[in-house]
């Protein structure tokens, strides 16, 4: 099956320096022949988020406002990834910065596009199991966090109840389960 090919890109908004964002028009071709002439395409930087669980088993998570969700959300260690950075590599230094932990076990839950239509980067999703924590935070997010350790219990009751507000958080803590779930019947 062949998919939609780009014809043309023609860049219209730069927000600051364009690290974060960027949006562009494209011109798509389909292959029944169908051309879309302004196809809206969102340029944004891949990123990786990480469900952390300890040694004694607890989830390493956040409670935090975030600037597109009503109230509080509980969240997990995300960032961007740097330039020439591998997503594990990002991973491990988020998890260090944001939280202090670090972690013996890590596996890649996978990558996925974040918009299928729109582009807006990839999300890289981990689980990184036997953390231990290392050293005081030194994050510079922006919004006010509360570091919360969760036991297994809580995190499923918070994901059923939508209390992780943000789609790629939620879907980390789903995955990371279901490789917990996996792994305990092996």
Same mark, same amino acid.
């Given at each position: ?80 990834? +740097?330039?020439? *950075?591998?997503? $594990?590599? @990002?991973?491990?230094?988020?998890? !260090?910065?944001?939280?202090?932990? &670090? %972690? ?48 297994? +219990?809580?995190? *499923?009751?918070? $994901?059923? @109840?939508?209390?992780?507000?943000? !789609?790629?958080?939620?879907?980390? &803590? %789903? ?12």
């Amino acid at each position: 099956m062949e998919g939609p090919r780009t014809l043309q890109r023609t860049h219209l908004l730069t927000v600051g320096d364009g690290r974060f964002l960027a949006v562009e028009s494209h011109v798509v071709a389909f292959p029944d022949g169908a051309v879309v002439e302004d196809w809206g395409w969102v340029i944004s930087p891949d990123y990786i988020n990480v469900v952390a669980v300890t040694e004694d088993e607890h989830f390493v998570c956040f409670r935090q406002p975030k600037y597109a969700v009503a109230g509080l959300s509980l969240g997990v260690t995300g960032g961007y990834i +740097e330039a020439g *950075e591998e997503p $594990l590599a @990002a991973a491990q230094r988020e998890l !260090l910065e944001e939280t202090g932990y &670090v %972690a013996d076990n890590w596996r890649h839950l996978g990558s996925y596009a974040v918009d299928g239509n729109r582009g807006a980067g990839t999300a890289h999703l981990f689980l990184a199991t036997a953390a231990r924590w290392q050293q005081p935070i030194d994050a510079d997010d922006l919004e006010e966090q509360e570091l919360l350790l969760l036991d297994r +219990e809580s995190v *499923e009751r918070a $994901l059923l @109840a939508g209390e992780f507000k943000v !789609l790629p958080w939620a879907a980390n &803590v %789903a995955l990371a389960l279901v490789a917990l779930n996996n792994a305990q019947a092996t």
